[in-house]
Nanobody
Framework: AVALEESGGGSVQAGGSLRLSCAAEDTDTRLCMGWFRQAPGKEREGLAVIYTGGGVPLYADAVKGRFTIALDNAENTASLQMNSLKPDDTAIYYC????????????????????WGQGTQVAVSS
């Protein structure tokens, strides 16, 4: 198993920014790491995916240009920088991971990931 630890959630006014972080305990193997979110009454929504072995990250259309996923000075740690936040961004944000041998196997799809964090709450007010 790969344990995931999330941090950085909180409350912010519309137009503000937040930075989420996800640390995976396994630093010896390559991982696909992704960010998802789920608002009350909504389906879980994929946001972004990055491969710890390198490659171009993938984004859902809904967050392109506003959210950025990156590795944070550790091969198995991923951040999500969220800018220009809107009230519709209010949700629980989840980090996910799966062991992988190639970047092109990574995808922004829930059924691909095996390991999940507990989630961190993001609230955007008007």
């Amino acid at each position: 198993a790969v344990a995931l630890e999330e941090s950085g959630g909180g409350s912010v006014q519309a137009g503000g920014s937040l930075r989420l972080s996800c640390a995976a305990e396994d630093t010896d193997t390559r991982l696909c790491m992704g960010w998802f979110r789920q608002a009350p009454g909504k389906e879980r929504e994929g946001l972004a995916v990055i491969y710890t072995g390198g490659g171009v990250p993938l984004y859902a259309d809904a967050v392109k240009g506003r959210f950025t996923i990156a590795l944070d000075n550790a091969e198995n740690t991923a951040s999500l920088q969220m800018n220009s936040l809107k009230p519709d961004d209010t949700a629980i944000y989840y980090c996910a991971a799966i062991k992988s041998t190639a970047a092109d196997l990574c995808a922004v799809r829930e059924d691909y990931f095996l390991y999940w964090g507990q989630g961190t709450q993001v609230a955007v007010s008007s």
